[in-house]
């Protein structure tokens, strides 16, 4: 089967590609358009394999998604190409419009004039809204209530996917994740950003007090579902995927400097990497808490 995956040099689709090459015989063709947050490190291990294809492109490029398909014939698109980081769509939602919704709707308009077997959409847990300390956890059935200019495009996005999964009979599964943490994570996220912060003996900014609470999957064990999902899932159908391990902002900023005091040597400035934490202020909308069911 060729699988042709979107945002495959970002940090889950580049998971998400190494994984197929390494687990399965699927043939790969990676489409990213290189954009800041892409790392060429995270596919180098599978990037000579005979089975692995890459192609810079942008997904809002209907030319260039028409002539990829075109070439290569996908059965399956995995799409993870997306503007994902919160602050940056406060800053600027255009681009998150642009890429998140009108990438998506071209992408899908590609696949649909392929006649793709499947179209996975990958999206976030952000869609359903902010909980309550008490809670129970997002279903599948949870309602949509963005509150970023993030989440409100991937909403869209996902609304996209299944409108065209209703009206042209495409075969979609969508789904939806928790915050996701390993390797090639890009450095403006909390747990990188406050690892390489922590190790240099910088501030440790934390917004608020840090009582915002997040489910923490591993981007390896979210990759492994991802292919389950695009192999065996039902069409039409949505899945939530989160790791049942919810923590506190200031807990995992927490355990990465205790984590950094053990290994590494002692800092002269303070008797321990706790004490660089700074509180500041909080972010406009900062959801209090996301937590995936996933029973």
Not at 89 to 115: H, M, Q, W
Not at 126 to 150: A, I, K, Q
Request: hydrophobic letters at 40%.
């Amino acid at each position: 089967m060729r699988i042709l995956v979107t945002g495959g040099r970002g940090f889950i689709g580049s998971a998400v590609v190494r994984t197929l090459i390494g687990s399965t015989e699927h043939q790969v063709v990676n489409v990213d358009r290189l954009t800041y947050a892409s790392t060429a490190g995270s596919v180098a291990a599978v990037a000579d394999d005979a089975r692995y294809h890459f192609e810079q492109a942008d997904i809002c490029d209907a030319a260039a998604m028409a002539d990829i398909f075109g070439r290569h014939q996908p059965d399956v698109v995995m799409h993870l190409a997306a503007e994902s980081h919160v602050d940056r769509s406060i800053d600027g939602p255009g681009e998150f419009i642009r890429t998140n919704l009108v990438g998506t709707y071209e992408l899908l308009e590609a696949a649909r004039a392929a006649g793709v077997q499947r179209f996975h959409h990958v999206s976030t847990d952000e869609v359903f809204g902010s909980l309550s300390m008490t809670d129970p956890g997002f279903t599948e059935s949870s309602p949509y209530d963005p509150r970023s200019p993030y989440s409100a495009s991937k909403a869209g996005s996902d609304h996209l996917v299944r409108a065209w999964g209703e009206t042209y009979g495409m075969p979609i599964v969508i789904t939806n994740c928790s915050n996701n943490y390993g390797p090639f994570h890009f450095p403006e996220k909390l747990v990188p950003l406050v690892t390489i912060r922590a190790l240099a003996g910088e501030p440790l900014p934390v917004y608020g007090r840090g009582d915002n609470v997040r489910d923490w999957l591993h981007v390896e064990d979210h990759a492994r579902a991802l292919i389950q999902v695009a192999e065996h899932g039902v069409a039409g159908e949505t899945y939530n995927m989160g790791g049942n391990e919810e923590r506190t902002n200031l807990e995992v900023v927490h355990a990465i400097c205790d984590l950094v005091d053990e290994l590494t040597p002692p800092l002269d400035s303070v008797s321990t990497r706790r004490d660089l934490i700074e509180f500041v202020t909080d972010r406009p909308g900062h959801d209090l808490r996301y937590a995936i069911d996933s029973t």
